[in-house]
């Protein structure tokens, strides 16, 4: 299994509401990540988790929380967003890197995102 | 900020004929990464080349990388409707390289 599923598709909310963002793999990765995209421009890193421990945190706001509850899943806990962070949510995953040693080739794969609007 | 730069920002072209693109970087690499991304989804990766390669084929994809000039090249060739799509390069970046920087993408558009 090669595929790494988000839920939900598509995500209304209001500035006031609590919403959560899941991410699923079934690769045996240990590197999950979140990123954010706008339109019509790339994919912006916001967290990194390796072996379910947070290793990058790109000086996201608070009110995106990220959780790696086991080595499948990711989430993305939102609150009080604003309606600038409306934008396309895509989770990606990856084999790991171990001890200091560069992991050279670090293909992702990636979900088909979450559209997020905050209203 | 963007590690690469890609250019056109975007092409269209006739079915059957060849898109090439390119992307620009800004500090050493151990890698670069091609992905391509259909209109709202997710990222595909299509091919990826190490440092001390200069070119490599996948397909109808034929990927070159001068690494004096910090440039990429993305060459699909007899390109299809399919292909209609953004493409983007991607280096790792970070001391375990597990951060992957974006360039701009080039948006391609083949016309039946």
């Known amino acids: 299994d090669t595929e790494v599923t988000q839920t939900p598709k598509h995500l209304v909310m209001g500035m006031t509401n609590k919403k959560s963002l899941k991410c699923e793999q079934h690769?045996?990765?240990?590197?999950m990540y979140w990123y954010k995209q706008k339109a019509k421009k790339p994919p912006e890193l916001m967290f990194v988790?390796?072996?379910?421990?947070?290793?990058i945190n790109e000086s996201v706001p608070s009110r995106f929380s990220p959780e790696c509850p086991n080595s499948s899943l990711l989430n993305l806990h939102l609150h009080a967003l604003q309606p600038e962070d409306s934008a396309l949510y895509l989770c990606?995953?990856?084999?790991?890197?171990?001890?200091?040693?560069?992991?050279?080739?670090?293909?992702?794969?990636f979900g088909p995102g979450t559209r997020l609007t905050v209203l | 900020s963007q590690q690469g730069e890609e250019d056109p920002q975007a092409l269209s072209i006739q079915e059957g004929e060849n898109a090439t693109m390119n992307c620009s970087y800004k500090?050493?690499?151990?890698?670069l990464q091609w992905y391509r991304q259909n209109s709202g989804r997710g990222l595909v990766h299509l091919i990826l080349?190490?440092?001390?390669?200069r070119e490599k084929h996948s397909g109808r994809l034929r990927v070159t990388l001068d690494t004096s000039k910090k440039s990429s090249s993305l060459l699909i060739t007899a390109s299809r409707a399919a292909d209609t799509a953004s493409y983007f390069c991607?280096?790792?970046?970070?001391?375990?390289?597990?951060?992957?920087?974006f360039g701009a993408g080039t948006i391609l558009r083949v016309k039946s």
């Open positions: 990606a995953s990856s084999q790991s890197w171990t001890g200091g040693l560069r992991n050279r080739d670090n293909e992702q794969f």
């Open positions: 690769m045996g990765h240990r590197a």
């Open positions: 988790y390796s072996y379910e421990k947070l290793s």
């Open positions: 500090t050493s690499i151990n890698n």
């Open positions: 080349i190490r440092s001390n390669e």
């Open positions: 991607a280096t790792p970046t970070g001391e375990y390289g597990n951060k992957l920087v």
